[in-house]
């Protein structure tokens, strides 16, 4: 593609991975996401997570109604569509049967496997997937319903930096072993060992690549101060990683897709004594990571990466619709205040060359 085009459209694009939280956050959130993504894969991750599927309809209706008022008061148009994709919360405790009850609904589209203790109201999440889980892991192979995971071995032991590739080796490889056909997803990929795994893995596999492990390093938490607002799990790594996941993206392989990991916490929560981890980066994802991909000369590549490889991946129609980007100065700003809500968006304060 010319570099100098001004501006590209692409098939609307999809979400595999963001955390719309619930309540005021929620109402807050949401409408970044819908602006720009047609569907988003859903986290189950609520402070009571979602385990069950009732839940999952419950919750998925909160957000219908928190578009519904979206709708009301103007904020989007009466037209627009966007359809939460919702999953499950997996626990030591899942019902096999639990699977079943996810396929047959239709509305729930993956399992999210959270190691218990990795990260934001994961505590109850897995503390052993191979003693607990096998049922589920048997029945979710059996359906064909993806296991999406959070890919870190929380252990006090383990350098946070290595977590990811502990994980590999105490988890994945099993895993896949045991069960050579269950569709796995590898969760906001931070690593060259991560890339490696998905690159050579022999079963169905996918990877979602955040914006943030594409633009930043682990330099960037701490360049000119600590930098909170860069504190994501997994965490930035160093540069030899981000590389490597450019390049596994750039390559054009479709085991990659867009999932933001977009996770809001309240600013006074991520400038605190103990900040909580997670991006906000919904408000301008999209222009972001078209940013990135037009610095590597790989805006060619953005439409698969954003949306073909993921609904392919998931077994669903690619969207109908258009998406514009401009290639236009755009300073991101300081802070969002959403009624009582402050976020501050990643980036914040700096300028990218793409908007929406
Ligand atoms: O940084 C993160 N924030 N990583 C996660 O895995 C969870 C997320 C959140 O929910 O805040
Ligand atoms: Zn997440």
Redesign the pocket.
């Known amino acids: 593609m010319d570099k100098l085009v001004d501006s590209i459209i692409i098939t609307k694009p999809d979400d595999w991975h963001v ?1 719309f939280r619930d309540g005021e956050m929620l109402d807050a959130v949401i409408f970044d996401t819908v602006k720009q993504f047609s569907r988003a894969i859903i ?1 189950p ?1 609520l402070s009571e997570p979602i385990t069950t599927t009732n839940m999952a309809k419950n919750y998925r209706h909160r957000i219908l109604d928190s578009l519904a008022r979206l709708k009301k008061n103007n904020q989007i148009s009466k037209e627009s569509s966007f359809t939460p994709l919702m999953t499950l919360y997996l626990t030591d405790n899942t019902k096999p049967e639990e699977v079943l009850n996810a396929h047959s609904s239709g509305f729930v589209f993956a399992f999210k496997l959270y190691p218990a203790a ?4 994961s505590t109850a999440g897995v503390s052993n997937l191979f003693e607990n889980c096998r049922e589920v892991l048997e029945k979710l192979q059996y359906i064909g319903m993806p296991l999406l995971i ?1 890919a870190e071995l929380p252990d006090k032991n383990i350098d946070i930096f290595d977590r990811e590739r502990f994980f590999i080796d105490k988890i994945m490889t099993p895993l896949r072993r045991d069960f050579p056909d269950i569709k796995l997803v590898f969760e ?1 990929v931070s690593t060259k060992e991560g890339v490696d795994f998905v690159m050579e893995d022999t079963g169905p596999i996918a990877a979602t690549v955040t914006p943030q492990h594409l633009i930043y390093n682990r330099n960037s938490l701490f360049s000119g101060g600590l930098n909170p607002h860069l504190y ?2 997994p965490i930035l790594k160093a540069e030899e990683h981000r590389k490597a996941i450019l390049k596994a993206v750039f390559s054009g392989s479709a085991r990659f897709f867009l999932g933001t ?1 977009s ?1 809001p ?1 309240i600013r006074s929560l991520k400038e605190n004594r103990c900040g ?4 906000y980066n919904a408000y301008n994802a999209m222009a972001l990571y078209a940013s990135i991909f037009d610095e590597n000369n790989s805006l060619d590549k953005l439409e698969a990466f954003a949306s073909f490889n993921g609904p392919d991946f998931y077994g669903l129609p690619r969207n109908r619709d258009f998406f514009v980007l401009h290639r236009k100065e755009n300073i991101i700003p300081d802070m969002l205040e959403i009624g009582k809500i402050q976020l501050i968006p990643l980036g914040a304060g700096s300028t990218i060359n793409w908007c929406i």
Do not use: R
């Not at 990795?118 to 109201?121: A, D, I, Q, V, Y």
């Not at 909580?276 to 991006?279: F, K, L």
């Open positions: 955390h986290m991750n990795s990260t934001t109201n959070h906001h994501c799990l990991d996770a916490h909580c981890a997670g991006c």
